[in-house]
């Protein structure tokens, strides 16, 4: 077994330890001569994973690839690692697929819409992790979400995801069966991150399940679709029936992140800024200079995290 390799045996993450050390749970790898990350456009054979990404302790990710650079630029200069106006190079410039930025220990990768996206990103990442010999990571989802009874533009982190009938668990086929993970994600780091949103003073913020969907129309109940079977009563009923059972937010990753982390060992968590209220509308209809305020929000708060984690802030 290669130094360092950790079998987890068990498959829920509640019960995946909670080890400084990226866990990868897959013996064939230990047989290939090297590991070709095809979406990073990045391979074991031809860079120099521990050289690049040996320092990395804080992987943000999101949706959108400029806005995961803007990110970066934004922390340069927080960090006062560098010019922030300068431009920075894309990592995965080989590929359309994602954008990878790094600056000092802060890497930044964009993961697209939904949960097939970010889960291919996922395998490449955490294997990227371990490859480089990683320790000590913290994994963050920086995002957008819809909100349901909050104020738009209030944040939410996330304390576990639940699925469209408000399970926390995360359920996909392999081998034509169902295997089903754990969604919980680390209470401790969502209270730090409460805390330093609670330092900023700038905007909302709660602790709340967040809803993960396979659809941004009829999955999280919109009326405005090209297709639409319910009415809006059914509509509010859910939405509803969705807050009682705690849910504050709703987007369309949390849940594979969540399980993908778990099953990694590493620290997680998903902090989203909430556009509209669904509770009132469906569509989002603010300003876009209004929408740019609110994405910067969670990019704020967890750079204050991170500053605080360096002795910085
Ligand atoms: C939030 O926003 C996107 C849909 O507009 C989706 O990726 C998500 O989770
Ligand atoms: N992202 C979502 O998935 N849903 C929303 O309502 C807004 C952003």
């Not at 104020?151 to 069966?177: C, H, M, N, R, Y």
Request: some cysteine; glycine content about 10%; proline content about 4%.
């Amino acid at each position: 077994m290669a130094p360092g390799f950790t079998m987890e045996k068990k498959e829920d993450g509640q019960s995946t330890s909670k080890s400084a050390s990226i866990h990868l749970s897959n013996p064939h790898l230990q047989k290939m001569k090297e590991d070709i990350l095809y979406h990073f456009d990045l391979g074991t054979g031809t860079h120099d994973f521990p050289a690049l990404f040996g320092d990395v302790k804080f992987v943000c990710v999101g949706g959108s690839p400029s806005r995961m650079k803007a990110f970066t630029k934004y922390i340069t200069g927080e960090l006062g690692l560098g010019d922030p106006d300068a431009d920075i190079p894309n990592i995965c410039a080989g590929t359309d697929r994602y954008a990878m930025y790094k600056v000092g220990p802060v890497l930044s990768v964009s993961h697209g819409m939904g949960i097939p996206s970010i889960s291919i990103m996922l395998h490449e990442l955490i294997k990227l992790l371990y490859h480089s010999k990683c320790c000590n990571v913290t994994v963050i989802r920086i995002g957008t979400s819809g909100g349901i009874g909050l104020e738009p533009g209030s944040v939410v982190i996330t304390s576990q995801s639940v699925d469209a009938s408000f399970k926390p668990q995360f359920e996909q086929i392999i081998l034509g069966k169902a295997v089903v993970r754990g969604t919980q994600l680390d209470g401790e780091l969502a209270r730090e991150l409460m805390e330093c949103s609670q330092e900023i003073q700038e905007f909302k913020t709660v602790i709340g399940s967040t809803m993960c969907t396979l659809d941004f129309y009829e999955g999280q109940a919109r009326l405005d679709g090209a297709f639409c079977f319910y009415t809006e009563k059914e509509k509010l009923q859910y939405l509803q029936a969705a807050y009682d059972a705690g849910v504050r937010n709703i987007e369309m990753e949390s849940s594979v992140f969540a399980a993908m982390c778990n099953l990694g060992g590493l620290r997680a968590a998903v902090v989203c800024v909430t556009l509209l209220n669904r509770l009132e509308g469906d569509q989002i209809s603010s300003s876009h200079d209004v929408l740019v305020d609110y994405q910067q929000r969670p990019q704020k708060l967890v750079c204050h995290f991170i500053k605080k984690q360096l002795g910085k802030a």
